[in-house]
């Protein structure tokens, strides 16, 4: 009985797509066996310990806030370094759990130390006569640029991989190759270890996929964690033509079928000068083309707000409030971290969602289907060429997961320059002026 089984989930910290991967999985399997035993472990924070794996948490976090790429970069290329630094740690914290849980499986959705968690597997199949294999969890997507996943499963010796089933969307193959000869280049593994899904989201996720857009209101239940936090969104939805119905701790926000909806969420540690900086140019947008009559809504995800202190969304509701001559048709809509049952509705209903291109976020916008796709770039360039010149403000195997969605699935590489002609196609798409203007609040 598999109920009965036992499934070690490991994950890492450092941005949020890892750990929604896993949630992905845990919720999956749960689904089809309600009372299976799960441990989950958090391989930078609870085995590495608090000072090396913290402090790598806390500077990719940090450089991911600030919008540093060069520091990104940088933390990328060190993921080789670090895959020997915790090899020890990681391989004896592994070796502990499975002996003290008797583990039946592994599912492992970060890209270090693949070598430490399969030697430990290996030494517990001797010693306990148990076979189990690790399933190792592409989050990113699979290009050629996933070398902080492929590198370490290319070291792995024959007898390691046999241990190991990798799970992933099928690659974006270059013209004339063949999946085998992708992963055998990349990874030096036959295609029948690889295991091909979908999509690996959360389920609030595959509720909407492939699901039509209705013509009826759409609302929208946010969870607010405090109350100078509703306030300040408070303040910034007064001044739009949102309908909003507010709780101390929820607001529920009703979109009406003709409304334009935009979002914008730059990862769970969202760059805090490109967010204020579409916020600004939406704005702008909004003011130009309000004699169309064109009702629109703005939701900005910001990282949680603790109060008295400076946040992104303290910092967007004070530029709502301080924008002159503001558009009163056009609502902004500052938001703390919302989880999977707010994000997907509003995912699928946006026109367009601009964010970043962690992996797992891309697989979620693939799942849902927004009308429009827009990836962030961190490129401070204000006139650019081509898209290379976007491609350099996006650290490693993220750009080309860039690449991907934007061969695959169209989707438009911007910054809060370039973005702007994109979105005057959706301000102004089938519509006239109207005769009597919106006045402005």
């Known amino acids: 009985m598999l109920d009965t089984k036992t499934i070690l989930i490991i994950a890492s910290s450092g941005g949020g797509g890892l750990i929604q991967a896993a949630n992905a999985k845990e919720q999956q399997i749960r689904l089809k066996y309600p009372h299976i035993r799960i441990i989950r472990k958090d391989l930078l924070k609870d085995w590495v310990g608090k000072w090396m794996g913290w402090a790598a948490v806390a500077m990719w976090n940090s450089a991911q806030k600030s919008g540093n790429v060069k520091a990104l970069k940088f933390l990328c290329i060190s993921i080789a370094i670090s895959d020997v630094l915790f090899a020890p740690y990681v391989f004896f914290k592994t070796l502990a759990i499975l002996y003290k849980e008797d583990v039946d499986h592994i599912i492992d959705t970060q890209p270090l130390c693949t070598g430490s968690i399969i030697k430990a ?24 640029k996933a070398t902080h996943y492929f590198r370490s499963i290319r070291r792995l010796s024959g007898k390691d991989r046999a241990y190991l089933k990798v799970t992933t969307i099928p690659p974006y193959l270059q013209e004339g190759e063949t999946a085998q000869e992708f992963w055998n280049k990349h990874c030096r593994l036959q295609e029948k270890q690889v295991n091909y899904e979908p999509f690996y989201v959360r389920q609030s996720f595959f509720h909407y996929h492939k699901k039509p857009r209705l013509p009826q209101p759409f609302s929208i239940n946010a969870k607010i964690k405090n ?9 910034a939805v007064s001044r739009g033509a949102i309908e909003a119905h507010w709780k101390t701790d929820e607001v529920e ?16 540690q969202p760059a805090f000068e490109g967010s204020l900086n579409y916020v600004r140019q939406f704005l702008d947008l909004a003011r130009e083309h309000r004699h169309l009559g064109v009702v629109g809504h703005l939701f900005v995800f910001c990282a949680n707000h603790r109060p008295q202190e400076k946040s992104l969304l303290k910092s967007v509701s004070e530029l709502v409030a ?31 969602t601009c964010t970043r291109s962690g992996g797992q976020t891309l697989m979620e916008l693939m799942c849902v289907g927004p009308k429009h796709i827009w990836i962030h770039s961190e490129s401070k360039k204000k006139k650019w060429k081509t898209d290379l010149d976007l491609l350099e403000g996006i650290a ?6 860039a690449l991907y969605m934007q061969q695959v699935y169209g989707a438009k590489i911007v910054t809060p320059y370039s973005f702007v002609s994109h979105a005057k196609e959706l301000f102004t798409e089938g519509r006239e ?3 009597h203007l919106t006045e402005s609040r």
């Open 253 to 268: 926000l009703v979109i009406q079928p003709q409304d334009l909806v935009f979002t914008i969420l730059l990862g769970s």
């Open 433 to 435: 002026p109207l005769h």
């Open 227 to 235: 109350i100078e936090e509703l306030k300040l969104i408070q303040n």
């Open 121 to 144: 597997l290996r030494f517990f199949h001797r010693k306990k006569r148990k076979q189990i294999c690790l399933e190792k969890v592409l989050v990113d997507l699979p290009t050629p």
């Open 396 to 401: 490693g195997w993220e750009a080309a997961n």
């Open 322 to 352: 301080q924008t002159e001559d503001y558009p009163a048709c056009f609502s902004v809509v500052p938001l703390s971290f919302q989880n999977d049952e707010v994000i997907a509705p509003l995912f699928h209903r946006s026109d367009s």
